[in-house]
């Protein structure tokens, strides 16, 4: 039993260890601020991802505003063409670690998981997430470069 508890502590470790604060463009942040975006697993900055794996994203932010539901975005652009993620739902408020209302000026995180489609191109690519409010303005809007493997 100790043996199982000292492996799954070294397991959870090795995974954190695996996660790294990337560098994005703000790209039309309205009623929030962007604090940083997460990655795992990536260990440097640009990512590389391999094609047919999973990814778990940690978006860290403080919304300027009251929120009373949201929407979540998110694309992978190839060269100039935006295509949609499948996400299993798009309500901000339920499943991403966010329980609504957001009160302004409290940071929050939103938690996805998603697997990198193994049809996207090997290449750069740039990933887009966005958050909106009841309004339609972006909590935040960002854009981080990835390579696909």
Request: proline fraction near 6%.
């Amino acid at each position: 039993m100790k043996f199982l508890v000292l492996l799954l502590c070294l397991q959870i470790i090795w995974s954190l260890s695996e996660a790294r604060n990337l560098s994005f463009e703000d790209c039309g942040s309205k009623v929030g601020k962007l604090v940083s975006f997460d990655l795992s697993p990536c260990s440097q900055d640009p990512c590389f991802l391999k094609r047919g794996s999973n990814a778990t994203g940690t978006v860290t932010f403080i919304p300027s505003e009251e929120v009373t539901s949201s929407k979540v975005y998110a694309y992978v652009i190839i060269g100039l063409i935006p295509v949609p993620l499948p996400l299993p739902n798009q309500n901000g408020c339920k499943g991403f670690g966010l329980t609504c209302p957001l009160k302004s000026g409290k940071q929050y995180e939103l938690v996805f998981s998603n697997s990198v489609d193994s049809r996207l191109p090997a290449g750069t690519v740039t990933l887009k997430g966005e958050l909106k409010d009841q309004e339609g303005n972006n909590i935040y809007c960002f854009e981080v470069s990835l390579t696909l493997q």
